[in-house]
């Protein structure tokens, strides 16, 4: 497969941009990968994605597509082997339902409690850790996950929440608060562990120390401002 | 053995009415189960634990919900007269504009028809960056979604119909043939359409709803 045929824009640090890039690896694609600096976006950027000035941004032969759980769709459908969806309709609306679900009501969540303080802080907070139950149980003690039914391929829901491996720990940290008590969420906490350790993932994280001090600087910046949150 | 299929909607809804469509569409039987979320039934908390929300599809006693979930679960069922196109970068463009239709546009719209006083400039600015969108999308086709309805459409009859309604009642002007006359047309062809015609909720029905809602929060 030539590397330049496929183009994917994204940001070191950006979660989102890091999805579709796992999963360019899981089906084993070359691509050129373009950093952007989403603080300062480049007239490649705003020229391929207009509608949302965002990334990531693919560009396959010519073809845009942006959003990330779109890109994963779009690569599943476009090297079709080693599927990243089941192929059971059913398992399928499963696994896009607690993509969402995770997206909207952890990570949306964990950020809020990240860039919030006191009261909103807490309620955020509780929000979060609901969440989390809901997707211990569903989620991280479910079928579709890596290490269930001895499964060692990483799957489209591994890489939709992936991001609570590495970026949620950081920020804990850097929120000073604590969501995933591994004694709360054994099953995910031994997800995390399997995760974090497969071969395509291993090496495909943002620095952890890089991390903890951009998100402490956008913690401060966020907080300190009523509005206009870029989600990273 | 007979498939079994079942929607749990609210009449007025967009949402339980998207899915209405799709599986018209496509030729499947169900069993219309109304709600009232101010009583919600068990089955409903059974089905949709998580949300406690419709739509929620029940087929052969499974359940679906989120309904562009439950869309591309229909058209990945029932192979008859697709709502998505074949080819994976046309089905990544459609899934785009149905996202942010309901990320964005439809909020948009929403807020800019019920926004405050002094919020309501802005909130229409937005609405309209959104209209305005949707419109260079479209630009000569008939529909999003080609020559015939596709998902897009479906999840956009919001801006069609319930949008034309709400504007009616609160006398917003957003979507007017003046300044969205590409979008204005899209919008009288897709509710002329037999099938969404047929089973839109009437219209009385939903600007009896937003009267409503407009007088209670005078």
């Known amino acids: ?232 | 053995m007979a498939e079994e299929v079942k929607l749990f909607g609210i009449r007025g809804s967009p949402f339980s009415h998207r899915i209405e469509i799709a599986l018209k569409l496509k030729g499947v039987s169900y069993e219309y189960i109304e709600e009232d979320l101010q009583n919600k039934s068990p089955l409903l908390l059974k089905y949709n634990p998580v949300h406690k929300k419709i739509p929620v599809l029940l087929h052969n006693g499974k359940p679906i919900a989120e309904s562009i979930v439950i869309l591309e679960y229909i058209e990945e069922t029932w192979k008859t007269n697709p709502i998505l196109p074949a080819d994976p970068y046309e089905r990544a463009i459609a899934r785009f504009w149905a996202k942010f239709l309901d990320d964005k546009c439809m909020l948009a719209a929403w807020n800019a028809c019920w926004a405050k006083e002094k919020e309501r400039e802005k909130a229409m600015e937005e609405a309209s960056e959104g209209l305005k969108t949707l419109e260079g999308e479209l630009k000569d086709k008939k529909f999003f979604g080609g020559d015939k309805v596709g998902m897009v459409d479906i999840v956009a009859t919001f801006i069609a119909f319930w949008l034309t309604a709400v504007q009616e009642v609160v006398g917003a002007d957003l979507l007017t043939p003046e300044k969205f006359p590409i979008l204005f047309k899209w919008s009288e062809d897709l509710v002329g359409c037999p099938i969404i015609k047929e089973n839109l909720p009437p219209r009385d029905l939903l600007t009896a709803n937003f009267r409503a809602r407009l007088e209670s929060s005078k």
């Not at chain 1, 609306?93 to 969540?109: D, Q």
């Not at chain 1, 609901?130 to 039914?149: C, N, P, T």
């Open chain 1, 1 to 232: 497969m030539e590397s330049k045929e496929v183009k994917l824009l994204g940001f070191w640090v950006s979660p989102f941009s890091r999805r579709v890039e796992w999963a360019l690896k899981v089906k084993g694609v070359g691509y050129e990968y373009i950093e952007e600096d989403i603080f300062n976006k480049s007239n490649l950027l705003l020229e391929l994605n207009p509608v949302h000035k965002k990334v990531p941004v693919l560009v396959h032969d010519g073809k845009v597509i942006a959003e990330s759980f779109i890109l994963l769709e779009y690569v599943d459908e476009t090297w079709k082997h080693h599927p990243l969806l089941p192929q059971d309709p059913h398992q399928r609306a499963l696994a896009r339902f607690w993509a969402k679900f995770c997206e909207e009501k952890v990570f949306e969540t964990a950020w809020n409690a990240l860039c919030s303080k006191g009261e909103e802080k807490q309620k955020a907070l509780e929000q979060c850790k609901e969440a989390m139950e809901k997707m211990e149980e569903e989620v991280f003690k479910g079928k579709q996950i890596l290490g269930s039914d001895g499964r060692s391929n990483l799957g489209y829901l591994d890489i939709a929440v992936g991001w609570i491996s590495h970026w949620l720990p950081v920020f804990e940290e850097v929120g000073s608060m604590q969501i995933l008590d591994p004694l709360q969420f054994p099953a995910t906490a031994a997800w995390i562990d399997r995760f974090l350790n497969h071969p395509l993932i291993k090496d495909n994280l943002p620095p952890r120390e890089k991390m903890l001090v951009y998100f402490h600087q956008r913690s401060q910046e966020l907080s300190s401002t009523a509005q206009g949150w870029i989600k990273v």
